[in-house]
């Protein structure tokens, strides 16, 4: 939809207006909703958000209307952390989780990661690209606009850029906007399998100076767990990596307290990424920095397990959460962030409010985007999401119901459903 539209008939229009920076403690409740409010966009931005009867005098005959039938208007979500492009899939290990294996006797035994690797590397550009566009569609039905995306599936130098490339391909064909990221260090392939060191000199002396030369990744991540990546590796690999100009994220503490939120305070990482079992000195050293955690409930659930992130206990140290889906082939194959926001309010305890902060603005500014997208203000991209419901906490609280009505992405007509 080009020129100018105005969305009318909001009952709810949720702007999480405020600062400019992320929100913490009772900033993260506070939604900025506007009732009986009106959304004006012009050439793809948003020109005013505020009660219909106050824009109704800037509204003039050439701006079309859009009636959102009495729902409720949201930023489109922020996904700060998925696995978006790889081939295959690993339903086979679904069921033997089910009947009792682990995620570590999975992958010791060939599957997990190494098994979506192989997969990978044998696929073409064009056979990634394709699979790629399938998942962006189930983003996209989820009310999700912007997406981070790690390679990590290639684990090699040419493979980890043809998973880049086909990002770059992707974001280029839209609506979905892609941040990526290279995740080299997300596990050691098979063939350096005794010779872990020595792979972790290969991301830092052939991958990284190609993907930097290349330009196909603005964030470096490290799977900082012991039996992988240490804290001392993680350091070498990050170190590296800002020397090339990219920014940092970890993923941190996922099956142990492995060290990995301490070392993405001391490097200044954008983020430290699942933390199931970080501990209370490690959250006020990510809160010292200014590091903000994204909080993976996905992962748990799909995986069987019990242990959740200490959301409330960080949000009361003053961390400014973000939730995402980490959508990926093994551990958390859903790209749909209203069940992530179920899955925080029921699992995590936060507030449906806090949720949506988390999935939106704070998601925004993990990505270094706060100041363009994540909330509904003027001069922001206008990428939004209409739902056909009374009441945003209906959101989380209608758990596997989608209840998306439609959405736009830099102003443009994304996705239209039958709501």
């Known amino acids: 939809m080009a020129g100018a539209f105005v969305v009318v008939g909001c009952r709810q229009l949720v702007t999480l207006r405020g600062p400019a920076r992320p929100r913490v403690g009772p900033e993260m409740r506070d939604l900025g909703i506007i009732a009986d409010g009106a959304l004006l966009v012009r050439d793809g931005r948003i020109a005013a958000a505020g009660k219909y009867a106050d824009l109704k005098p800037e509204i003039g005959a050439e701006v079309e209307v859009v009636d959102a039938g009495g729902g409720v208007l949201l930023p489109g979500f922020v996904d700060a952390h998925t696995h978006l492009v790889f081939a295959g899939n690993r339903a086979d290990e679904f069921e033997q989780r089910i009947a009792g294996a682990t995620y570590a006797q999975i992958a010791a035994a060939g599957g997990g990661i190494r098994a979506t690797v192989g997969r990978t590397r044998q696929a073409t550009e064009d056979e990634l690209l394709e699979a790629a566009r399938r998942h962006a569609r189930w983003f996209l039905a989820g009310g999700t606009t912007t997406v981070e995306a790690k390679s990590g599936y290639g684990l090699e130098a040419e493979a980890e850029c043809k998973m880049l490339r086909v990002m770059r391909r992707l974001r280029q064909e839209g609506p979905l906007e892609i941040i990526p990221t290279f995740l080299g ?150 790209a749909s962030m209203p069940i992530i926001l179920s899955l925080a309010c029921t699992r995590m305890r936060m507030t449906p409010a806090e949720a949506i902060a988390a999935a939106t603005i704070n998601a925004a500014w993990s990505l270094g985007r706060g100041g363009q997208i994540g909330s509904l203000e003027a001069g922001k991209r206008a990428d939004f999401a209409i739902y056909a419901c009374e009441d945003y906490r209906e959101i989380p609280y209608h758990f596997g119901v989608n209840l998306l009505r439609g959405l736009w992405s830099r102003g443009t007509r994304a996705a239209t459903f039958p709501n």
């Open 185 to 334: 260090a997300h596990e050691v392939p098979e063939e350096y399998r005794d010779r872990p060191e020595q792979y972790a000199d290969a991301v830092i002396s052939e991958m990284l100076p190609r993907v930097a030369a290349e330009r196909l990744a603005e964030f470096c991540d490290v799977f900082c767990e012991p039996h992988l990546f240490p804290v001392a590796t993680a350091r070498r690999i990050l170190s590296a990596a800002k020397q090339f100009g990219m920014r940092l994220r970890l993923h941190a503490d996922q099956f142990g307290l492995s060290g990995g939120a301490r070392l993405a305070a001391e490097l200044g990482a954008a983020t430290a990424d699942h933390l199931e079992y970080t501990d209370t000195a490690s959250m006020d050293a990510l809160a010292a920095a200014g590091i903000q955690p994204v909080l993976l409930p996905g992962s748990v659930y799909a995986l069987g397990l019990a242990r959740y992130p200490e959301a409330r206990e960080m949000i009361e140290r003053g961390l400014a959460v973000v939730l995402a889906t980490d959508f990926n082939p093994g551990s958390s194959p859903t």
